[in-house]
T-cell receptor
Framework: KQEVTQIPAALSVPEGENLVLNCSFTDSAIYNLQWFRQDPGKGLTSLLLIQSSQREQTSGRLNASLDKSSGRSTLYIAASQPGDSATYLCAVISGGGADGLTFGKGTHLIIQP | EPEVTQTPSHQVTQMGQEVILRCVPISNHLYFYWYRQILGQKVEFLVSFYNNEISEKSEIFDDQFSVERPDGSNFTLKIRSTKLEDSAMYFC??????????????FGPGTRLLVL
């Protein structure tokens, strides 16, 4: 059974810093990996999707990498801003015809002004 | 930009009552999903739906749950006899297709269900 773990559980940094969020998954046979942002009491906003054949994806100040063989992904946020404060979730679609995403518990990020 | 919408945003019900949560997926999408998030816990997959039938369901999706696409736009989740442990945020999602490496799932804002 696929398990997704995110480290750290919480992170608080001053504005302007570059930071890295980590995600690991137990079964490397995945179709893709998605990073989401969740604001308090709100829905999930898709940030980046990395296909299993890709090594990284970039969108603005965000860069996500994937090392499928080791079961790891990182989300790099450059020049962090207070508006980046949210919970960041990592989720995978496992192989074998699965439809549903398996989520990690998330990293709660606070960017101090 | 097209969005997944959900109604109601909040629902309070008594234990044992039936509830129906409603979703309008993005119009050209073909796969629809329900997830739930119990407070403080992970988002969990419940069910996926394609071509008017269930494609995949998790262990959580027992006989108390059902899904339906009653018309060309709505997608519903019914809980027949709610339990206290059904209290959670329920998210609807949709994607163009499913299972492929390129398929992004787009999520709605959620319905917060409280069972008393």
């Amino acid at each position: 059974k696929q398990e997704v773990t995110q480290i750290p559980a919480a992170l608080s940094v001053p504005e302007g810093e570059n930071l890295v969020l980590n995600c690991s998954f137990t079964d490397s046979a995945i179709y893709n990996l998605q990073w989401f942002r969740q604001d308090p009491g709100k829905g999930l906003t898709s940030l980046l999707l990395i296909q299993s054949s890709q090594r990284e994806q970039t969108s603005g100040r965000l860069n996500a990498s994937l090392d499928k063989s080791s079961g790891r992904s990182t989300l790099y946020i450059a020049a962090s801003q207070p508006g980046d404060s949210a919970t960041y979730l990592c989720a995978v679609i496992s192989g074998g015809g699965a439809d549903g995403l398996t989520f990690g518990k998330g990293t709660h990020l606070i960017i101090q002004p | 930009e097209p969005e997944v919408t959900q109604t109601p945003s909040h629902q309070v019900t008594q234990m044992g009552q039936e509830v129906i949560l409603r979703c309008v997926p993005i119009s050209n999408h073909l796969y629809f999903y329900w997830y739930r998030q119990i407070l403080g816990q992970k988002v969990e997959f419940l069910v996926s739906f394609y071509n008017n039938e269930i494609s995949e369901k998790s262990e959580i999706f027992d006989d108390q749950f059902s899904v339906e696409r009653p018309d060309g736009s709505n997608f519903t989740l019914k809980i027949r006899s709610t339990k206290l442990e059904d209290s959670a945020m329920y998210f609807c999602a949709s994607s163009v297709l499913a299972g492929g490496p390129q398929e992004t799932q787009y999520f709605g804002p959620g319905t917060r269900l409280l069972v008393l």
